[in-house]
Antibody, heavy 119, light 107 residues
Framework: QLQLQESGSGLVKPSQTLSLTCAVS??????????WSWIRQPPGKGLEWIGY???????YYNPSLKSRVTISVDRSKNQFSLKLSSVTAADTAVYYC???????????WGQGTLVTVSS | VIWMTQSPSLLSASTGDRVTISCRMS??????LAWYQQKPGKAPELLIY???TLQSGVPSRFSGSGSGTDFTLTISCLQSEDFATYYC?????????FGQGTKVEIK
């Protein structure tokens, strides 16, 4: 059974960079046909797709965040990562990592991790 | 950007009811639509993709229909474990976007 687990700092100061990692177990991140995504959800609000990385390393980001987002993959550790720069309070959210099945369908999700932006 | 309008935002229902949730797109997306269920404090779970294909392991009381701009999620006989928030999501074009959610609560 595929499992995803987010980890990283739960508290980030304004203007700094948010960094999260998603560890994948029960399957290889390099399996063909899949890509890996980050999605976030501000407290009490809806879901926002951040971006994805294909196992080859190609990426696509939501234009609303593109200038601040970097998603990378570490195949040796079977994990992928998110960096979001110049954060503000509006970036406070639960951040989820997910596997992308077919193009654009999220079939496996991590449990989510709350990141709070505050001084 | 494709905008999505989910309705209703809040739905009060009883166990055993048949409920329907609507998702309308700002432009046609063929059948590139998925539905997710989210319970408090948990990650969303995939219910349906390609507008009407049931994800493995999802009970058959869930069904999806529609194409183009208008889509529907139906729960044929609401069970206690179905009280949750439901989101539609389009993957026809970037950026992939979600509806604002429909909370199904106990009447």
């Amino acid at each position: 059974q595929l499992q995803l687990q987010e980890s990283g700092s739960g508290l980030v100061k304004p203007s700094q960079t948010l960094s999260l990692t998603c560890a994948v177990s029960g399957g290889s991140i390099s399996s063909g046909g899949y890509s890996w995504s980050w999605i976030r959800q501000p407290p009490g609000k809806g879901l926002e797709w951040i971006g994805y990385i294909y196992h080859s390393g190609s990426t696509y980001y939501n234009p609303s965040l593109k200038s601040r987002v970097t998603i990378s993959v570490d195949r040796s550790k079977n994990q992928f990562s998110l960096k979001l720069s110049s954060v503000t309070a509006a970036d406070t959210a639960v951040y989820y990592c997910a596997r992308v099945y077919i193009t654009g369908v999220f079939d496996y999700w991590g449990q989510g991790t709350l990141v709070t932006v505050s001084s | 950007v494709i905008w999505m309008t989910q309705s209703p935002s809040l739905l009060s229902a009883s166990t055993g009811d048949r409920v329907t949730i609507s998702c309308r797109m700002s432009q046609g997306i063929s059948s590139y639509l998925a539905w997710y269920q989210q319970k408090p404090g948990k990650a969303p779970e995939l219910l349906i993709y390609a507008a009407s294909t049931l994800q493995s392991g999802v009970p058959s009381r869930f069904s999806g229909s529609g194409s183009g701009t208008d889509f529907t999620l139906t729960i044929s006989c609401l069970q206690s474990e179905d009280f949750a928030t439901y989101y539609c999501q389009q993957y026809y074009s970037f950026p992939w976007t979600f509806g604002q959610g429909t909370k199904v609560e106990i009447k």
